[in-house]
């Protein structure tokens, strides 16, 4: 059975620091690019960030370059998307994706706001 988990989401002020986690079981982690989306409310969920299978190529999407840094640990199935000087437009809910089928997390919410 394929789980992708998200957690680390919750409310921070503007200009704060969040850090996502995401485990992975059911497939071969390790072989799969992994990548972070995310979705607010009436709009289709858009890619912020993605990671090659050894970690080495990462991209971003031009909003969040330079705040976010994605990262993987292969020994351990889990994806990281940190996230710093956070802006309320960052506020949505943050899903995982990846493995051969692209499966989905259950996502986690992310609010920025003073």
């Known amino acids: 059975q394929v789980r992708l988990v998200e957690s680390g989401g919750g409310t921070v002020r503007p200009g704060g620091s969040l850090k996502l986690s995401c485990v992975v079981s059911?497939?071969?982690?390790?072989?799969?690019?992994m990548r972070w989306f995310r979705q607010t409310p009436g709009n289709e969920r858009e890619e912020v960030a993605s990671?090659?299978?050894?970690?080495?190529?990462?991209n971003y999407a031009d909003s969040v370059k330079g705040r976010f840094t994605i990262s993987r640990d292969n020994t351990k199935s889990t994806m990281y998307l940190e996230m710093n000087n956070l802006k309320p437009e960052d506020t949505a809910d943050y899903y995982c994706?990846?493995?051969?089928?692209?499966?989905w997390g259950q996502g986690t919410q992310v609010t920025v706001s003073s």
């Open positions: 994706r990846g493995g051969g089928r692209g499966w």
């Open positions: 059911g497939f071969t982690f390790s072989a799969y690019t």
């Open positions: 990671i090659s299978p050894d970690g080495r190529t990462t």
